[in-house]
């Protein structure tokens, strides 16, 4: 993965301010190595229970990432047309896809049901109805997971939890058992399970526990009514060290969760940012330095539209120059050029001395980087690049001021 050596800061063995050069800036940069790696290591921790691991494609959704976990046997949990065929095209199957979302369109529901998919995650009763309704007219039963909001706080930052008693995800439980016992009755619909996805960075295994007894209840209150459900879907949502957050003990999460299940149904996981968050760098140039309030200000050349998640969570990605400098550390923000005071990538960060045109690495930056950018200020998107056996791959092309304009009238 990520080496410090004589030559600069390196990944997979290749020279991170060569591929600069290469590909320009800014850059993503992944290992396919460090992707494979967690997928087995997620695999190897919930051993006892053989999960079906279907990847969050929201975290980074570009097709080699999506195939070389689907390659590996793994499913998509997708939230958008768009992402249901972005799965299809990079190989995987209809049958591991669960789609979730608040607000499936009606040509979303029918995509889902004509390419086969193994769930729809399903969040309200209006949505159920609209399921069957289309079920019904296309002649097609629509098989159904019932997302259950268990109403645990996860801990986490407020914009990313997911099972507070008002959030807008799933249905509190009392629905949910009525919701399942509708679908199992029901010619058009097939009660296939529980899902339930309490928030994302979480790193406490305490409300997944909570979470996971709240499911088990409603297992038991349907096994009594003499409907047995298939699958368990617990979501995604494992946090991942960024800076001195402790990791997720996943291998408590697993002894848990089989503790707490039931025998029987298939256990399902839709993990995101835990599989990809390590595997990626954002690689910048240094542009201009200046002082301004005593401290110094590196301005780079991306941004928030680049990569948002320190201007929307005040998210704190370690940084580090791709060929360090001797010389005194110093208190240091490391701004874009966009016009937004909360454009930043780091702020009072303890950097050394950096030169223009320097190359700067924003580490753990493979989840909800790429995915979450923008042409925001019409700014093209950075490019992408897969190291892979020893070699990096163009993954995505840097768009162009073209591609910015061309779809306007
Ligand atoms: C329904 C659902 N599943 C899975 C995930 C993946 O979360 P994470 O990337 O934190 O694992 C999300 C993220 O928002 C989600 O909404």
Not at 158 to 176: E, N, R
Request: charged share 25%; glycine share 10%; with cysteine.
């Amino acid at each position: 993965m990520l080496e410090r050596g004589r030559g600069g800061l390196s990944i997979d063995g290749l020279a991170v301010e060569e591929l600069a050069r290469r590909f320009g800036t800014p850059l993503y940069v992944y290992s396919a190595a460090a992707v494979t790696e967690r997928l087995e290591a997620l695999r190897s921790a919930f051993a006892a229970q053989a999960p079906l691991i279907c990847y969050a494609l929201k975290a980074n959704s570009n097709r080699a990432i999506i195939s070389l976990l689907a390659g590996r046997g793994a499913g998509a949990d997708v939230v958008s047309g768009g992402e249901l065929l972005r799965a299809r095209a990079a190989g995987v199957p209809a049958d591991r896809i669960v789609f979730s979302g608040v607000g499936k369109t009606g040509e979303e529901l029918a995509l889902g049901l004509k390419q086969g998919i193994l769930a729809f995650n399903v969040e309200s009763s209006e949505e159920l109805e609209a399921l069957e309704a289309l079920a019904r007219s296309s002649r097609q039963r629509a098989p159904v997971m019932i997302r259950l909001n268990p109403g645990v706080d996860a801990g986490t930052h407020p914009h990313v939890a997911t099972a507070l008693p008002a959030s807008k995800f799933g249905v509190a439980a009392p629905q949910a058992l009525r919701l399942l016992e509708r679908a199992a009755a029901s010619r058009w619909l097939r009660a296939r399970g529980i899902q339930c996805h309490i928030g994302s960075q979480i790193t406490d295994p305490r409300p997944y526990e909570r979470a996971a007894r709240a499911v088990a209840r409603t297992m038991a209150a349907l096994a009594r009514r003499g409907i047995v459900l298939e699958l368990v879907d617990l979501g995604g949502g494992f946090g991942v060290r960024y800076e001195k957050e402790r990791e997720l003990p996943l291998r408590r999460l697993a002894s848990s969760f089989c503790a707490l299940m039931p025998a029987g149904p298939r256990l399902i996981l839709e993990p995101g940012r835990w599989l990809v968050a390590d595997a990626g760098l954002l690689l910048a140039r240094v542009l201009y330095r200046k002082s301004a309030g005593g401290r110094r200000l590196v301005i780079v050349d991306a941004a928030m539209n680049d990569l948002a998640r320190p201007a929307l969570y005040g998210a704190r990605h370690p940084i580090l120059p791709a060929r360090p400098r001797r010389g005194p550390e110093r208190r240091t923000d490391i701004v874009g050029p966009i016009c937004e005071s909360v454009d930043f990538l780091a702020r009072a960060r303890r950097l050394g001395p950096v030169e223009r045109g320097d190359i700067l690495a924003v580490l753990k930056a493979g989840a909800y980087g790429f995915s979450m950018s923008s042409q925001y200020n019409s700014r093209p998107r950075a490019a992408e690049v897969l190291v892979e056996g020893g070699r990096a791959r163009l993954i995505r092309r840097r768009e162009t001021l073209k591609d910015i304009v061309s779809p306007e009238r």
